[in-house]
C-alpha cells in the first residue's frame, strides 16, 4: 500500500469534511520541544528496523536487556532523607518494609557543599532538604540495620561526593561488607550543577580531578558501583525541553569520558559503570521517545566516537524521577495523576529505577502516607497494569517512532554544535547551556501565563480550597543537638592522628595522587565531611561563575 496516498485520500475524502464542520481546538499541535505531531503517523521508511533494533542489542532503542521487566522490574528507589541520620533511617526502614527495592538518599544543603552541621555557613539549614551528614558517625546511624550487601543506594551529592563515598565504604566495612559487594550510585556529576543546580564547590579542573579518581578507584576496587549519575533530571527542571535534556546531558557525559581518557584510562575499563539521570515529564508521548532517543544516541556515540568494544559501555542506564517543577500547591491531590502518567512514561520508555513524587512536595516535605501512595503508584503499575508483561510495548507506533526519530536529530545537532565550542565545559563558561535553558523556560512560563498551556487547577479549572494534608515537621532543636554531637566526636578522636591525614590531604590535592584512599583513612579517624573539603578548598579554591552569569 501507497501510505503516502491513502493519507492524502484520507484527508481530502474523510477528515477535511469534519473539519470544515467541527475544527481542530487548535490550528498547530507540537510538543513541549517543539516538534510539530502529524495528525496521523504513518510507517517509517524501509531502514527503521535497523534503527530499532531487538531489546539487549545494539543500539538498545528498545531497552538495554533482554528480557526487560519480563525478567525483573525496575528498581522502586524512593528519594528521601531529611533531619538527623536516625530520622531518616527510620523512613528508609519505613519504606523497605512497604516494598521499597533500593534506598535514595537526599542530603541537606550543608552536606551537598561541604560544610559541618556547627559552621556558620551551616546556620538555619541543618536538616532542612535532606539529611545532615558530617561525619562517618552520622553514616553508620543512617544506616543502621540495614544490610548493605543486600540493598543498593543512590545518593544525591555531586561536589563533595568522593568524601560520601568514603563513608559508605567504611559503614560496609565495619558490617563486614567489603567494597567488592557495595551496589549503588553517586551523582557525582558537576558540569549540571554548574549549568542549572548550584551545589558546585571547587572549579572545574579539581573537580573533574575527583571524578576520575572515582573513575579509577571504583573500576578496581568497587566493581559494582555506579561511579557517576549524568543528570538531565536538574537540566530538565531548570526550564529546558525532553530535547535540550537529552542533548546537554549527553554532551556533558562526553565530557567525563574524554577527562578519563586523557587520565589515561582505557574506555571499556570505566564505561560500564557510567549511568544516567532523566526526568519524566507530562507530555507521555515525547517522554517515552526521549528514553529511547537517549539510549540510541548513546550507544552511537560509545561505539563510534569512543571506540568503545564492550557491549556494556554502549548501554545507557538510568534512573527517573518525576517532574518536581510539575507539581502544583494548588489541588495537590492532581499530582497523583501528574506522577502516575509520567511513571508510567519512564516505564515504558524501559528505565532501570524510578522514584515516584509525593502529592505533597510542592507544599513541604513528604508525609509518611504521601510518599506510600507514591511507592504504591510504581508497585501497581509494575503488578496491575499488564505494561511490564512485554517488553517495549509502544515499539513500532509510528508516532512513538516519529518521535524518537527527531529527538534524535535534534539532540544530535545540539551535541555538534557543543562540540565546535570546545565541548561541554567551554560550553558552560560562556553561557551557552545555560542561556538555552533560560530561553525554554521563559517560552514555557510566557505558554502558561497566556492560557496556550494549560495546567490543571492554575490556570484553569480552578477552586476555592482549604488544604487539609497532614505536614511533616522538622524539629529545631537538630542543629543544636548535631553541633554538639560534633563537639564530642572532636573532643575524643585522636587529635594527633587527624593532624597527620590533614596534612597527607593538603600534599596529596597538590599532587596527581588518586585521592580516594585517603579519603577513607581520613574518614575513618574521624575526619569531618567539612574539614576534609576545607582543605581541598584552600589547596584549590572555590568556583565562581563568569561575571555574565
Known amino acids: 500500500m501507497d501510505y503516502e496516498s491513502e493519507l492524502k485520500r484520507w484527508e481530502e475524502q474523510v477528515l477535511n469534511k469534519v473539519l470544515a464542520k467541527n475544527p481542530e481546538r487548535k490550528p498547530n499541535f507540537e510538543t513541549p520541544s517543539g516538534i510539530p505531531m502529524p495528525r496521523v503517523a504513518m510507517p517509517r521508511p524501509s531502514d527503521y528496523m535497523e534503527q530499532l533494533g531487538m531489546p539487549g542489542e545494539y543500539p538498545f532503542t528498545r531497552g538495554v536487556q533482554p528480557t526487560m521487566y519480563r525478567g525483573r522490574l525496575w528498581t522502586m528507589r524512593q528519594y528521601a532523607g531529611y533531619a538527623t541520620a536516625e530520622d531518616s533511617n527510620r523512613r528508609y526502614r519505613y519504606l523497605l518494609e512497604q516494598g521499597q527495592t533500593g534506598l535514595s538518599v537526599a542530603f541537606d544543603l550543608p552536606t551537598q557543599i561541604g560544610y559541618d552541621a556547627d559552621d556558620p555557613m551551616a546556620l538555619g539549614e541543618v536538616g532542612k532538604v535532606g539529611v545532615s551528614i558530617s561525619s562517618l558517625r552520622d553514616m553508620q546511624i543512617l544506616f543502621d540495620q540495614i544490610p548493605l550487601d543486600k540493598v543498593s543506594t543512590s545518593m544525591t551529592i555531586n561536589a563533595p561526593a568522593a568524601v560520601l563515598l568514603a563513608m559508605y565504604i567504611a559503614v560496609g566495612k ?36 575527583l571524578i576520575t579518581d572515582i573513575f579509577k578507584f571504583c573500576a578496581a576496587e568497587v566493581p559494582n ?3 557517576i549519575s549524568i543528570s538531565g533530571y536538574h537540566i530538565r527542571e531548570a526550564g529546558s525541553t525532553a530535547v535540550q535534556e537529552v542533548a546537554f546531558t549527553l554532551a556533558d557525559a562526553i565530557a567525563y569520558v574524554q577527562a578519563a581518557i586523557d587520565a589515561g584510562m582505557e574506555v571499556d575499563r570505566f564505561a560500564s559503570q557510567l549511568s544516567f539521570f532523566f526526568a519524566a515529564h507530562n507530555n507521555f508521548l515525547e517522554e517515552v521517545a526521549k528514553f529511547r532517543a537517549a539510549r540510541r544516541l548513546w550507544a552511537q556515540i560509545m561505539r563510534n566516537r569512543f571506540g568503545a568494544k564492550d557491549p556494556r559501555s554502549w548501554m545507557l542506564r538510568f ?48 508525609t509518611e502516607k504521601s510518599v506510600r501512595v507514591a511507592l504504591r503508584t510504581q508497585q501497581i503499575i509494575g503488578y496491575e497494569s499488564g505494561v511490564a508483561d512485554t517488553i517495549d510495548p509502544l515499539a513500532g507506533s509510528y508516532v512513538i517512532e516519529y518521535l524518537t526519530d527527531e529527538i534524535s536529530r535534534q539532540a544530535m545537532e545540539y551535541i555538534q554544535k557543543i562540540d565546535a565550542l570546545g565541548g561541554a565545559l567551554p560550553a558552560i563558561e560562556n553561557g551557552y547551556m545555560q542561556g538555552e535553558i533560560q530561553d525554554s523556560a521563559y517560552r514555557f512560563q510566557k505558554s502558561i501565563e497566556s492560557g496556550e498551556q494549560v495546567v490543571v487547577g492554575v490556570n ?82 572555590e568556583y565562581i561563575p563568569p561575571s555574565w552569569a
Open 460 to 541: 484553569a479549572f480552578q477552586v476555592q480550597e482549604e488544604l487539609e494534608l497532614e505536614r511533616l515537621s522538622v524539629d529545631p532543636s537538630i542543629e543544636q543537638n548535631a553541633r554538639a554531637r560534633l563537639a564530642e566526636l572532636r573532643a575524643n578522636r585522636d587529635a594527633a592522628r587527624v593532624s597527620e591525614l590533614l596534612t597527607r590531604l593538603e600534599n596529596a590535592s597538590r599532587s596527581d595522587e588518586n585521592l580516594m584512599p585517603l579519603f577513607i583513612e581520613c574518614v575513618e579517624n574521624d575526619i569531618t565531611l567539612g574539614e576534609v573539603c576545607g582543605v581541598l578548598r584552600q589547596t584549590w579554591g
Open 319 to 366: 534512573h527517573t524521577q518525576t517532574g518536581g517543577s510539575t507539581l502544583t500547591a494548588q489541588q495537590p491531590e492532581n499530582n497523583v495523576v501528574r506522577v502516575a502518567i509520567q511513571a508510567l512514561a519512564a516505564v515504558m520508555g524501559g528505565t532501570q529505577s524510578l522514584h515516584t513524587n509525593s502529592m505533597d512536595e510542592a507544599l513541604w516535605l513528604p
Open 174 to 209: 565495619r558490617q563486614g561488607v567489603p567494597p567488592k559487594q557495595l551496589r549503588g550510585t553517586i551523582q557525582n556529576d558537576v558540569l549540571k550543577e554548574y549549568v542549572a543546580r548550584g551545589t558546585y564547590i571547587f572549579p572545574p579542573k579539581p573537580s573533574m580531578r
Open 225 to 227: 558501583w555506579n561511579t
